[in-house]
């Protein structure tokens, strides 16, 4: 399969009112193909970076390009082939899951029948279908972030951006996810994920990013970042280092 | 491809919609709290429209049926501009689900479109309880025909969209200056108020208009007095050609000048919109911070600080929280300044009211303003979802309540006592007189603090998906205030009335014990509650 650029964040920066800049110089490049890891300590910029790329947050300098559309200037077109899962899902509360997935389908333009198919494969997957006809607001942290996920990928996006995905999942759920997210590699779908877990990182991504302070301080595949070493060795050692 | 506006749109409504819960929730308590919130809804739209209708029977019977028209497009566009200008805060701007609906691929217009658009039909059940009524009230005395009827029934939909869009407006002008501060909350809320201040004053600069128009002396009756308001404010003008006349130029401009000011409005908000956000949600972390001594506080007043925290942390909660104080010290302020008698003039249009009768009513017309809203209504319900927090620490629910009750009684209190005082010395009230109103504004603090801490807890609400839910449309706030306002507009002209037959300080003295009677009562019951729910 041919790589494609999918996700260019090119001299990315964020500065806030107060003049501190969350973002510094932000550069990087996601393929079709790729789970791209993002990692970094509590408040580095890994979640302000990444609500940049989904379009919901404004950013001060550089250019985001998803699949060659620029996400300042055509953000319709980039959101519809780009899939956020939030590290903390903020559903709608008052709609039962199968309604929130029905309004997620509606946006996305996906028909009847595609829509059911999809809602079905997951659905079942995530074990989460005898719960579809109850209100989000009786589901556990987990259970929403099930419904997320899975409002991400009904539509088939070329591009899925998720904040630490693997939070509230239980083991069976992260075992789930993570085929999915090889079989949609496999597809050509890019994948930019943030996470704390270091290990799971390590196994499931081929390329990673390290972010301190807003600047990333190394970033290339998992094979040339983690050499004979573990990627736990490594970010400990370039955080204090840099 | 369904259109996307509709998509947003029914999924906004269908999210907070309460009938949706009650279809598929199983919790029968839950049920019930929805099948009583519709019925005391209910019962206020069937009040609104009974007092309509009255209105309108009274106009008729003085032989100003022909002025209906224009009353209804009036009291309509007040209602509107008042219902958006405290929510376009919480709806248009920083809610909650904001990340979620801008990763979806909408553009920023059609979201605040339809955030517009939601509070517009939200609102609609009370702007059509007034139409409907006023338009049977206009049946009674004009007999329309049937296009008549048509028309008006249409134009309901169309008339509270140029007041709401002016109220989106300031909102929005707001919103995006408070956005570049740190302090975004504190600046919003004092522009909030500023606007507020404008708008008041705006009635007498409007009536000043009317006023050099020549018409003071022909001013004799409510018809001439609205044919200058409708002059000058065009909807109304319109909205009243339309169907007394069957106008079509008239509807046409109504419609489309409505169409085409939100399509400008919401254009330019659209284009700022993200930048607004962006700055609203995100604040870096100053990473300043140094330990020094740390101040302790006993349990009681740190759930008090906690509440003051919770309010200033939300410009919703602190405009509708603290209006009634800031109104309290604007009127304390303006009777220094403003000869007591001059105003009692003008706000009963003549009617011979002395200051001097005032006196027994002076500590209820200040609660009239500090008594409005109490935060024990909402701070129950603003828990939301951090409610596990004050149920998880080692405190009983006495000590709760018993904290949110103290930070409205910090709030309140020392306010209500400066009106109080201010008015006093404006009056040249007696030092005994002065002193029991003194005694009666704390006991009517208290009575505030506890009738509306029954309330917040009886009708707590913690699934909202915007404070607006609880603080503007909560049926504890409606239980609260409602009853809580005629109570004490009925209660001001009884004591004046009886203060001309009897001892004026043995009326506040009996008020005195009858509220601080209540306010032990309803601090029971808010303690029992309390206990229950812990």
């Given at each position: 399969m041919e790589k494609k650029a999918i996700l260019e964040i090119k001299g990315y920066s964020k500065v806030y009112g107060e003049g501190k800049k969350a973002a510094d110089n932000v550069t990087l490049t996601v393929e079709s193909g790729d789970i791209y890891g993002f990692i970094g300590h509590n408040g580095a910029g890994k979640s302000t970076t990444i609500r940049a790329v989904v379009g919901v947050l404004d950013f001060t300098e550089g250019e985001i390009l998803i699949d060659g559309h620029s996400v300042k200037t055509e953000p319709i077109e980039c959101k519809k082939i780009t899939a956020y899962i939030p590290d903390n899902p903020d559903l709608y509360d008052n709609l039962t899951g199968i309604q929130y997935l029905n309004f997620i389908a509606d946006v996305f333009g996906i028909d009847s029948a595609k829509r059911m198919e999809e809602i079905e494969k997951y659905a079942g997957l995530f074990e989460i279908t005898d719960s579809l006809g109850d209100l989000v607001s009786s589901y556990s942290h987990g259970m929403k972030q099930k419904l997320a996920i899975i409002s991400a990928l009904i539509h088939e996006p070329k591009l899925i951006v998720m904040d630490e995905p693997f939070a509230g999942l239980d083991p069976k759920a992260s075992y789930t996810l993570k085929q999915i997210m090889h079989e949609m590699c496999e597809k050509g779908t890019?994948?930019?994920?943030?996470?704390?877990?270091?290990?799971?990182?390590?196994?499931?991504?081929?390329?990673?990013?390290?972010?301190?302070?807003?600047?990333?301080?190394?970033?290339?595949?998992?094979e040339d970042i983690v050499g004979n070493q573990s990627l736990e060795e490594v970010f400990l050692e370039v955080h204090d280092e840099k | 491809m369904k259109n996307k506006n509709l998509i947003l749109l029914k999924m906004l409504l269908d999210s907070t919609s309460p009938w949706n819960v009650l279809r598929h929730c199983k919790d029968k308590k839950k049920k019930g709290r929805i099948i009583g919130a519709y019925v005391g809804l209910t019962i206020l739209y069937l009040m609104l429209m009974a007092y309509c209708l009255f209105s309108c029977i009274g106009y008729g019977r003085i032989g100003l049926a022909e002025i209906i028209p224009a009353i209804c497009a009036l009291t309509i566009s007040l209602i509107a501009v008042f219902f958006t200008f405290f929510k376009t805060n919480g709806y248009l701007f920083n809610f909650k689900e904001y990340d979620m609906l801008m990763?979806?691929?909408?553009?920023?217009?059609?979201?605040?479109?339809?955030?517009?658009?939601?509070m517009y039909l939200k609102s609609m059940p009370w702007y059509m309880s007034i139409s409907v009524a006023m338009l049977i009230?206009?049946?009674?005395?004009?007999?329309?025909?049937?296009?008549?009827?048509?028309?008006?029934?249409i134009l309901t939909f169309i008339l509270p969209v140029i007041p709401m869009l002016a109220a989106a407006f300031a909102g929005y002008i707001i919103t995006r200056i408070s956005a570049g501060f740190r302090k975004t909350n504190i600046v919003q809320t004092v522009l909030s108020f500023g606007v507020v201040i404008l708008a008041f004053s705006s009635r007498f600069f409007i009536e000043s208009m009317i006023k050099e128009d020549k018409v003071e002396e022909t001013l004799v009756n409510a018809s001439e007095s609205i044919n200058n308001v409708t002059d000058k404010y065009l909807p109304a003008k319109w909205f009243q050609l339309a169907v007394t006349q069957t106008d079509i130029l008239s509807i046409l401009l109504l419609v489309v000048i409505s169409i085409a000011l939100f399509e400008i409005l919401f254009f330019f908000v659209g284009r700022s919109y993200r930048e607004i956000n962006s700055k609203l949600k995100n604040h870096a972390a100053s990473r300043k911070f140094s330990m020094t001594g740390q101040k302790s506080r006993s349990v009681l007043n740190s759930i008090a600080f906690k509440e003051f925290r919770r309010m200033t942390g939300s410009t919703i909660y602190m405009t509708n929280g603290s209006m009634g104080e800031f109104m309290a010290l604007i009127i304390g302020i303006a009777v220094l300044f403003i000869d007591m008698?001059?105003?009692?003039?003008?706000?009963?249009?003549?009617?011979?009211?002395?200051?001097?009768?005032l006196y027994p009513a002076i500590a209820l017309i200040v609660y009239f303003c500090i008594g409005m809203v109490a935060t024990t209504v909402m701070s129950p319900s603003l828990e939301g979802k951090?409610?596990?927090i004050v149920k998880s620490l080692p405190i009983s629910g006495k000590v709760l309540y018993q904290?949110?009750?103290?930070?409205?009684?910090?709030?309140?209190?020392?306010?209500?006592?400066?009106?109080?005082?201010?008015?006093?010395?404006?009056t040249k009230a007696p030092l005994l007189t002065s002193i029991l109103s003194l005694i009666l504004g704390v006991c009517l603090c208290g009575f505030s603090t506890t009738w509306g801490c029954v309330c917040g807890i009886k009708h707590?609400?913690?699934?909202?998906?915007?404070?607006?839910?609880?603080?503007?449309?909560?049926?504890?706030?409606?239980?609260?205030?409602?009853?809580?306002?005629?109570?004490?507009?009925?209660?001001?002209?009884?004591?004046?009335?009886l203060g001309t037959k009897i001892d004026q300080n043995i009326i506040v003295g009996a008020l005195i014990l009858i509220v601080s009677a209540l306010a032990m009562i309803f601090y029971k019951k808010a303690i029992k509650l309390a206990e229950k729910q812990a």
């Open positions: 890019a994948i930019f994920f943030s996470t704390h877990v270091l290990e799971t990182a390590e196994k499931l991504c081929n390329k990673v990013a390290i972010i301190k302070n807003g600047r990333i301080i190394d970033s290339g595949t998992m | 990763s979806l691929p909408f553009d920023a217009k059609t979201v605040a479109g339809c955030k517009f658009l939601y009230g206009y049946e009674l005395y004009v007999t329309p025909s049937v296009v008549t009827w048509l028309v008006w029934m008698d001059t105003i009692l003039y003008k706000i009963t249009e003549g009617a011979p009211v002395t200051k001097e009768m951090n409610y596990w904290g949110k009750m103290l930070f409205n009684m910090y709030m309140t209190v020392p306010f209500a006592s400066f009106a109080i005082i201010c008015i006093c010395i404006s707590m609400r913690l699934d909202w998906e915007n404070e607006v839910e609880v603080i503007k449309q909560g049926a504890g706030v409606a239980i609260y205030m409602f009853p809580n306002m005629i109570a004490t507009m009925l209660l001001v002209v009884l004591v004046v009335a």
